[in-house]
Nanobody, 126 residues
Framework: QTQLVESGGGSVQAGGSLRLSCVGSGYTYSWARMAWFRQAPGKEREGVAAIDSGGTHYADSVKGRFTISRDGAENTVYLQMNTLKPEDTAMYLC?????????????????????WGQGTQVTVSS
């Protein structure tokens, strides 16, 4: 019954902002790492940002524009997206992994996460 549910997507103009939320339900295992991925039609799933005990991690394409954070219970993660660009348009998916899935490297690899949300669509128009 463990699941992740994303919200906060929508359509914005280039330069605008959105804040995505991901809420875990069921037994969340005190997630060791939570992350945001995105996937556009015909493209591979791309790691956007992650947060774990070592801090935060970002793809080069979003560094300085996006911020990932989580609440004290670590069952909710947010992605603040500023200065959005048309190339940010994608389905954004939340992912989580318990400690036994995390080695501390390759945070951007989808295979390191065993729980996924269904995604929330972000569309940025120019």
């Amino acid at each position: 019954q463990t699941q992740l549910v994303e919200s906060g997507g929508g359509s914005v103009q280039a330069g605008g902002s959105l804040r995505l939320s991901c809420v875990g339900s069921g037994y969340t295992y005190s997630w060791a790492r939570m992350a945001w991925f995105r996937q556009a039609p015909g493209k591979e799933r791309e790691g956007v940002a992650a947060i774990d005990s070592g801090g935060t991690h970002y793809a080069d394409s979003v560094k300085g524009r996006f911020t990932i954070s989580r609440d004290g219970a670590e069952n909710t993660v947010y992605l603040q997206m500023n200065t959005l660009k048309p190339e940010d348009t994608a389905m954004y998916l939340c992912a989580a992994a318990p400690s036994w899935m995390v080695s501390g490297v390759r945070w951007y690899a989808p295979e390191k996460y065993n729980f996924w949300g269904q995604g929330t669509q972000v569309t940025v128009s120019s």
